[in-house]
């Protein structure tokens, strides 16, 4: 219903004889026998009902309704189905509804009955008109001479009389409806249902003149015929339910027109089909297609395919715009890495790049111009892969080619695709290639162990985001809590991946974010983590710092410390950074820090941790005046920023009060590479050693938004710096699809099973961080170089002198040869150990 008056009228008897204005229709045995447009304040029930010999095929017809006010169609609506005999007369009716999309009843309105492009009827009523645009173009509408005040509101208009044609028959006075039944006082004779017509080689619009030059078609909104071969077909129930076209040796050759086209249609065709047909043009998210297809008519079978068009990345505004290319057949020759596979499992798509995966703009360049200059060469710079389907959670999920996706056949961030080639969509606000051809993978970024750093080092830190590790009650109930497990099940399936990953870092100290703020008894969140711990490690192994609190912070979420008491000391008490320690540091937005000095036995060196979870982008913090400037720090920023002041005074000012000149930062800062958090403890005297030991371009821990970098991070002051002998990431979560976690969600039944595995790999969405502290005297535990420590001084200098390449940044070769850099500390001690001894 649109633009109904909703008065109800008085039944007023009108009864005309069709005639014909201007131009004249040939009779026909297929016509509307009932029209239904007038309900009180909603749409339902409304319909037109199409009367026929039994046995009429109405695929490829189509209803066009029109506004006679300006004469315009506004409405195509395809017709499909077999008319059924109607009690042995050898005619039928099929109505057809339009519950949301109405039927006009101003004045005049109309209507056009259309057998692929040729108009069998044109009714008017309320008034005549002449029609604009549609197939109905230039007709003067026959009147069937009905008035607003003629139909009682919920009251249908229809024929009586005898007859196998419309002309046998007049419209009379309304009435209830009769759909599914003849009239009253109608009666059909016997006809034979019409022949199809052939639109074959008849008048056709080129796709180019539809897709124009331009981001939407000239063309839009508009009824059009297009002649063209089928270039790849979709029609399946569970794919994108329709088929592409593209002009072959009919193409316009301009480079800035398209020559392919999408058809939203279930009727079958296959691909190498030339097809004739009849719709309207539309630009429904963004992509141009024919939709609301009347005719759908096969011409030949078996026809060449138009050759694909070689295409490549980066994408720009100009010459490689590829709104030139889309609907078409394309093949992109470059060698693409995967960049992200966040939604490989849900939607069956990942992103590809080339020259390598894409970095986060704030992790390689500064914030504000810099950053969104990056931002913008990004999105020139990726293509998604679909899997020609709109079915969501597919089982299988059929990349990476030919096994498909399980926990031990991921397809990981960086990995590679050869030579793809498929037809160039866009739909939902992005470029996408629904493939035609199997893909070709290549493993560029296969799992590997922990890496094993440099062969020097007394202590081995850790940092390591848990991905909301809740226990429930800690007795096996309580879920679902918080965040993390809704099921007991799945906190099993998460603990046996977690314990796994901490267990393989071996670190001496680990930092955890992201565990449960239940406190520290027996059945806490950390407490369970660190029993787990030690069923694998041994009895003993591993323990957790104690604040002596219910919670730290009132988040739901803390940091935490574990560490293995055979390798370091606990020294004094653990320090807590909140906002009542420095009301810069907001503690509703923050997780307060947790700061503990231990003593390293090995190097019997003091070392202050300080363990830290800053405020996320994904939410606000307007009400503190902290918006998303638009400079690519997201929200936030300042929140984060001044956290980061507050974090450098406080740990100068010795928090523990033990004496530590060694202070190490580490944890999830929220914060990229070049961002403020970052650049105001680099300015307060700390190295980032991931930028020193990896470099920016190279390092990465998270991805998001199609980029990698990091946000997790290891800081050391300037005592400290000098001591660190490497840092690095293990790439177990970060790259890997979030299908293969714990949780059970949007799976089957087949893949809860064969995307889980009891290990590591995507244990969490945070990539661990090691680093490696050597610092004098690591050798010696009694605090002077003797003629032992002499002695695996010199072996180890007479290992690396004169090695090819000795001075590389390298951690060492096959056989244990230290870099240069340590070689200098090493060989520093002997001569100090020599010096010693001869002057004694």
């Given at each position: 219903m649109i633009a109904k008056n909703m008065r109800s009228f008085p039944l007023l008897a009108a009864v005309s004889t069709l005639g014909f204005f201007g131009n004249a229709q040939a009779a026909t045995p297929v016509f509307i026998n009932e029209i239904h447009y007038d309900n009180s304040g909603t749409d339902s029930g409304e319909a037109i009902e199409i009367a026929g010999p039994a046995g009429t095929n109405l695929s490829g017809w189509s209803l066009v309704l029109y506004n006679g006010n300006g004469g315009a169609s506004y409405n195509t609506k395809a017709l499909s189905g077999v008319i059924a005999d109607q009690s042995g007369t050898g005619f039928g009716t099929l109505s057809f509804s339009y519950p949301t999309d109405g039927i006009q009843n101003g004045a005049p309105d109309g209507m056009a009955l259309v057998n692929g492009s040729t108009v069998v009827q044109f009714l008017s009523y309320e008034g005549s008109f002449t029609?604009?645009?549609?197939?109905?173009?230039?007709?003067?509408?026959?009147?069937?001479?009905?008035?607003?005040?003629?139909?009682?509101?919920?009251?249908?208009?229809?024929?009586?009389?005898?007859?196998?044609?419309?002309?046998?028959?007049?419209w009379a006075a309304a009435s209830a409806n009769t759909f599914g039944s003849s009239n009253t006082g109608q009666t059909f004779g016997g006809s034979t249902p019409p022949p199809p017509t052939s639109q074959c080689g008849q008048p056709a619009t080129l796709i180019s003149a539809i897709q124009g030059s331009a981001g939407v078609s000239p063309l839009n909104g508009s009824v059009q015929h297009v002649e063209a071969v089928v270039s790849a077909d979709f029609q399946d129930s569970s794919n994108l339910s329709g088929f592409f076209v593209q002009q072959g040796s009919d193409s316009d050759n301009n480079p800035a027109t398209s020559e392919g086209l999408f058809v939203v249609s279930n009727i079958p065709v296959n691909a190498g089909d030339k097809v004739h047909i009849i719709g309207t043009v539309a630009e429904p998210f963004g992509m141009t297609r024919l939709e609301s297809i009347s005719s759908v008519e096969v011409c030949s079978s078996s026809n060449a395919l138009p050759a694909a068009a070689e295409v490549s990345l980066p994408f720009d505004s100009a010459g490689n715009d590829p709104e030139r290319w889309e609907g078409m057949l394309v093949q992109l020759p470059q060698t693409l890495s995967v960049t992200e596979n966040y939604n490989l499992a849900r939607y069956g798509e990942f992103l590809l790049s080339s020259g390598g995966r894409l970095l986060t703009p704030t992790q390689v360049a500064a914030p504000g111009q810099a950053a969104n200059d990056v931002a913008a060469q990004n999105l020139l710079n990726q293509l998604l892969v679909d899997d020609g389907s709109n079915t969501q959670n597919p089982d299988p999920v059929i990349y990476p080619q030919p096994t498909g996706l399980s926990a031990t056949t991921p397809l990981r961030s960086g990995d590679a695709v050869v030579g793809a080639t498929g037809v160039l969509a866009y739909d939902f606000g992005v470029y996408r290639l629904q493939p035609t051809q199997p893909l070709t993978f290549v493993?560029?970024?296969?799992?590997?162990?922990?890496?094993?750093?440099?062969?020097?080092?007394?202590?081995?830190?850790?940092?390591?985001?848990?991905?909301?590790?809740?226990?429930?009650?800690?007795?096996?109930?309580?879920?679902?809590?918080?965040?993390?497990?809704?099921?007991?099940?799945?906190?099993?399936?998460?603990?046996?991946?977690?314990?796994?990953?901490?267990?393989?870092?071996?670190?001496?100290?680990?930092?955890?974010?992201?565990?449960?703020?239940?406190?520290?008894?027996?059945?806490?969140?950390?407490?369970?983590?660190?029993?787990?711990?030690?069923?694998?490690?041994?009895?003993?192994?591993?323990?957790?710092?104690?604040?002596?609190?219910?919670?730290?912070?009132?988040?739901?979420?803390?940091?935490?410390?574990?560490?293995?008491?055979?390798?370091?000391?606990?020294?004094?008490?653990?320090?807590?950074?909140?906002?009542?320690?420095?009301?810069?540091?907001?503690?509703?937005?923050?997780?307060?820090?947790?700061?503990?000095?231990?003593?390293?036995?090995?190097?019997?060196?003091l070392l202050t941790v300080a363990v830290n979870h800053l405020k996320s982008k994904g939410s606000d913090c307007v009400d503190v005046n902290d918006p998303d400037t638009g400079d690519g720090q997201g929200n936030c920023n300042q929140t984060r920023t001044a956290a980061a002041q507050a974090l450098a005074s406080w740990l100068a000012g010795d928090p523990t009060h033990n004496g530590a000149s060694n202070a190490l930062i580490i944890g999830d800062l929220n914060s990229y590479a070049q961002e403020d958090p970052i650049s105001t403890l680099k300015n307060a005297g700390y190295q980032n050693l991931l930028e020193t030991f990896v470099g920016n371009q190279v390092a990465y821990s998270y991805v998001f938004d199609g980029a990698a970098g990091y946000l997790d991070h290891g800081l050391a002051n300037t005592s400290l710096a000098p001591q660190v002998k490497a840092a690095g990431e293990w790439h177990i979560n970060a790259d890997e699809p979030r299908a293969l976690d714990y949780n059970t969600e949007f799976k089957t039944a087949g893949q809860i099973s064969s995307f889980y595995a009891a290990d590591a790999y995507r244990s969490s969405d945070h990539d661990p961080l090691l680093i490696k502290l050597f610092v004098p005297g690591d050798l010696d535990n009694d605090g002077d170089v003797d003629a032992s420590d002499a002695n695996l001084i010199k072996a180890q200098v007479g290992k690396c002198s004169g090695k090819v390449g000795f001075n590389r940044e390298a951690d060492y070769d096959a056989t244990g040869c230290v870099t240069y850099a340590d070689y200098r500390i090493w060989y520093g001690y002997y001569n100090s150990y020599t010096a010693s001894a001869s002057a004694q």
């Open positions: 029609a604009v645009g549609g197939p109905a173009a230039g007709k003067v509408g026959v009147d069937i001479g009905v008035s607003e005040s003629s139909v009682p509101v919920g009251q249908s208009l229809q024929l009586k009389g005898t007859g196998s044609s419309y002309e046998d028959f007049t493993a560029a970024n296969a799992r590997g162990p922990v890496p094993a750093l440099s062969a020097l080092g007394s202590l081995k830190i850790a940092s390591f985001n848990v991905l909301n590790y809740f226990n429930g009650n800690g007795v096996g109930g309580g879920f679902p809590t918080a965040r993390g497990a809704n099921t007991l099940a799945e906190f099993n399936r998460q603990r046996d991946k977690i314990i796994p990953a901490i267990h393989a870092l071996n670190a001496d100290v680990v930092g955890l974010m992201e565990i449960e703020n239940d406190g520290y008894g027996s059945t806490s969140a950390i407490a369970d983590l660190v029993n787990g711990l030690n069923q694998l490690a041994g009895a003993g192994t591993y323990a957790f710092i104690n604040p002596g609190l219910s919670k730290v912070g009132s988040d739901e979420i803390a940091v935490g410390i574990l560490y293995k008491p055979a390798k370091v000391s606990v020294v004094g008490n653990v320090a807590i950074l909140d906002s009542s320690i420095n009301p810069q540091f907001i503690d509703t937005k923050n997780r307060p820090t947790l700061a503990q000095t231990f003593l390293d036995k090995a190097s019997n060196k």
